[in-house]
């Protein structure tokens, strides 16, 4: 007997950020704990920030799950309302992470690249542009 994969049915338009994180999260088959370590974050923080939250939460985190999940610009744009965020038309610094997450919704990784790691590229052009690189929880503290 053949199984069938569940299939995911995309939460309803007024559904809450927690209900479109967990679906995009579901989509790659992610825990919290897979997507913390994709995101370069500690698990802690994403759960937080999944539960609600994420009013005290830096515009850079919500940067890191949306390029670790690989999101399209409206997903991204879409979830930032549900936390009552948005890119601002007037910042660089939001222009440059538009520009990062056009590009991570099509890159291909490397498998044998380790999660932590595949930000780095982000990490490298907002550099290049002036910018503070993204969170990375995996950096050791300089004392």
Not at 13 to 39: C, V
Not at 62 to 87: G, M, V, W, Y
Not at 96 to 103: D, S, W
Request: with cysteine; aromatic share 14%; glycine share 2%.
């Amino acid at each position: 007997m053949k199984t069938s994969a569940k299939k995911l049915t995309k939460p309803c338009a007024t559904a809450s950020f927690k209900e479109y994180i967990t679906y995009y999260m579901q989509r790659k088959g992610w825990s919290q704990a897979t997507l913390a370590s994709f995101a370069r974050l500690n698990q802690p923080t994403v759960n937080k920030v999944i539960n609600g939250n994420y009013y005290r939460t830096k515009f850079d985190i919500f940067i890191c799950l949306f390029l670790a999940l690989q999101l399209t610009l409206n997903e991204s744009k879409d979830l930032l309302s549900r936390a009552e965020r948005a890119f601002s038309p007037a910042s660089e610094l939001h222009d440059a992470y538009k520009k990062l997450i056009a590009y991570y919704v099509y890159k291909e990784f490397d498998s044998t690249l380790p999660s932590s790691e595949r930000l780095d590229w982000a990490d490298r052009y907002l550099i290049d542009h002036g910018f503070d690189p993204l969170p990375n929880n995996y950096l050791k503290k300089e004392n």
